[in-house]
Each structure stands twice: as C-alpha cells, then as structure tokens.
C-alpha cells in the first residue's frame, strides 16, 4: 500500500505543508498503518538528512512507526537512531531522544533492543554539553514506556540511571518522574 499524498509533503521545502503533514503523519503513526512497510527505509534514510527538521522529523516518525511493527527490523535500525539523539543540533537531539520510548510498545525483543540501547546512551550522556537533559529525557521517556507497558526492567533502568545522578538536585527532579 502507497502512503498518504501528504508523505511527499514531509520533506519538502514549503515548511507550512510540511508541517502540516507532519501532524497529520505523526497522528496516523499512533496506531498501525498499512503503509508503514513502504515508507520505511525512505524514512530511515532521512535520519542522516542535510537539513536537521528533516532529521528530528524522520527520528520521530520512525519511533510511531516501530511501536506498531512485530518484526525487529527496528533493532538493526536503533543506531542510526540513537545517533540522531546525539545529533549536533540540540532540538533535533531531544525530539528523537525523546521519542525512542515508542520502541519498546513493539514487544519484548524490542524492549530489551532499546533498553540495551538507552543504557549506553545514559553512559555517553556525561560528555555532553546537556547531558543533564539527556539524563532526564531518558528518565521521563522510560517513565512513559513503563506506564504503556509495565515492565519491571524499565523501571529498573529508571531507578539505576536516578540513583547514578551525580547531583543532588537533578537527581530528586529526575526522581519526580517515578513518585
């Protein structure tokens, strides 16, 4: 099945049409779509865009569509996505940090994929300039995968990656997210 008309839009330079059908695709991506299969790699080819809205879109965009796949091609795509959350651009970084989370609705395989992932992110996350936000993203993000899907192992995680805080502060507003 061939995606929507407004998936041409998505990567276009009119940012008004773009816009546009980023809402409308990231609301058709909340659940299963026909089309996911025929999108996909062009997706994916975007995480390493020229122009970084088209990198955060294309992050974003795959997250909703791996929440909905049963297979695990998502697992040999988790890289190139965790590289877009270390992206130089700090906005682009975040939208697609922050939407990893997604990954794990798929399944356990997934889970544990992202998991693994998210874990490695949190150790890089100390040479970074923000990587206070990073850490906290991560906090929030396992918080709302945990609610979707309750797994002792994201909740695990969570409470490792608080507990390993260097401060204080950031440490009890990370906590905030697991009361």
């Not at 959350?85 to 990893?100: E, G, I, N, Q």
């Not at 994201?154 to 507003?173: C, F, G, M, N, T």
Request: charged share 30%.
């Amino acid at each position: 099945m061939h995606a929507p008309d407004s998936y041409a839009d998505l990567w276009g330079t009119d940012r008004g049409r773009q816009n546009a059908a980023y809402e409308s695709l990231m609301a058709a991506t909340e659940q299963s779509v026909p089309w996911a299969d025929s999108v996909w790699d062009d997706v994916k080819n975007h995480l390493t865009d020229r122009d970084n809205h088209n990198r955060a879109i294309a992050g974003q965009l795959l997250c909703n569509l791996a929440a909905h796949d049963t297979g695990d091609r998502i697992l040999a795509d988790l890289p190139a996505l965790v590289t877009v959350s270390r992206d130089p651009r700090f906005v682009t970084a975040r939208h697609t940090l922050r939407s990893l989370w997604k990954i794990g609705l798929a399944g356990e395989k997934q889970r544990g994929g992202l998991l693994e992932a998210l874990r490695a992110r949190y150790r890089d996350s100390f040479d970074e300039k923000n990587g206070t936000l990073v850490r906290g993203d991560l906090v929030e993000s396992l918080r709302r995968l945990h609610d979707a899907v309750p797994d002792e192992q994201v909740s695990a995680l969570a409470h490792e990656i608080i507990a390993a805080e260097p401060d204080e502060k950031h440490r009890k507003k990370h906590a905030r997210f697991w009361r």
